[in-house]
């Protein structure tokens, strides 16, 4: 039987778990939602966790968790949040599509980390929409719901009433859109800085996965040369001189590049330098040219054109959402 439910306030939040669940998703909704913030001088959410059956739930690593509430707490929540499913080839329970569907119908918001989009998706919560899940899952939601336009590349995506995001990190991601979405950039830079994580890429847009640069070994030419460019970002950076960092032909480089990464050598680079230019335009005043040129863009609106096909905003207007307080 669920326990009685506290009093609503303004921003009410139900979080869904399951047994047999991961803690990090949970964990970052917990971590956002449920800790009070009276620093912030602004009123914070009422985070509620429930499960379809309220009880112990079994979790990865070998303890239990004790949910107090079933899907009923849904039935009254401003937000809500399904963190991941049990099972992304299993059938989601009927009880929970109900609920997903019925919130949705009365207005709540509706978001879902990971594999979460398995569950709006069997609800019919993403049809005809872009949305979003971890890497690994994309083709597998994309071929078990056509209707859904999943697009693999991005960290969430936001379709107001309903919200995907990428898997594990890529929750906080869009849980700090949500905190910006409510409360404004202040705000969520607050929460940001709390977390020691970056505030994020400007609300509502694509937000793109850069790739990552995987750790130098001696045995890694690639990951030498990526090395090498990143100390020489703001420096003239050629294939030729990555291959000749990595002791390689260009096209013997050109080939294992695109096997480990996925991209090309100078696509890489271009993000790597738009990655560089987001702390000077939080953080600093200097001309959008100043930091075009520091980070090694030939030109202003060179940098404009890749920072906008990356971020899906302007350079002045990042600056503007994010610069943050002295």
């Known amino acids: 039987m669920s326990l009685p439910f506290p009093v609503r ?24 939602f449920g800790i009070p913030r009276p620093e912030l001088e602004v009123p914070w959410y009422d985070l509620t966790v429930c499960a379809e059956t309220p009880g112990d739930l079994r979790i990865v690593g070998g303890f239990t968790m004790r949910a107090g509430y079933g899907l009923d707490a849904v039935a009254w929540a401003d937000t809500v949040v399904v963190p991941a499913v049990a099972d992304v080839r299993g059938e989601v329970s009927a009880e929970l599509v109900a609920t997903l569907r019925t919130a949705h119908e009365r207005g709540a918001r509706i978001v879902s980390i990971c594999s979460g989009a398995f569950a ?6 993403l049809d005809g929409r872009e949305a979003t899940t971890h890497w690994r899952y994309a083709g597998l939601l994309r ?19 309903v919200l995907t995001s990428a898997g594990s990190a890529a929750g906080l991601d869009l849980l700090l859109h949500l905190v910006r979405t409510d409360h404004g950039p202040a705000v969520a830079n607050s929460v940001a800085r709390r977390l020691v994580i970056p505030p994020h890429r400007e609300g509502g847009q694509a937000q793109f996965v850069q790739a990552p640069v995987p750790p130098v070994e001696g045995d890694d030419a690639v990951a030498a040369a990526m090395a090498w460019a ?12 990555m291959a000749g960092a990595a002791h390689m032909s260009q096209r013997t480089f050109l080939r294992h ?7 090309s050598p100078l696509r890489w680079v271009i993000s790597q330098r738009i990655a560089a230019s987001l702390e000077p335009l939080a953080s600093g005043s200097a001309p959008v040219e100043e930091v075009a040129a520091a980070v090694g863009f030939d030109s202003a609106v060179t940098f ?14 990042y600056r503007r959402a994010f610069r943050r307080s002295p």
Do not use: K, W
Not at 9 to 32: I, K, Q, S
Not at 257 to 263: L, P, V, Y
């Open 304 to 317: 404009r054109h890749h920072f906008a096909r990356t971020m899906r905003t302007s350079p002045s207007a």
């Open 9 to 32: 306030r303004a921003r009410t939040v139900a979080a869904v778990a399951f047994d047999g669940m991961a803690p990090f998703e949970l964990g970052c909704v917990v971590e956002v």
């Open 120 to 125: 709006l998706a069997a609800a019919g919560l």
């Open 143 to 161: 071929e078990r719901f056509p209707l859904v336009r999943v697009n693999p590349d991005v960290l969430y995506v936001d379709g107001g009433d």
């Open 257 to 263: 590049f695109a096997r480990q990464t996925g991209t």
């Open 230 to 241: 990143l100390d020489r970002l703001a420096e003239p950076i050629t294939v030729a001189g």
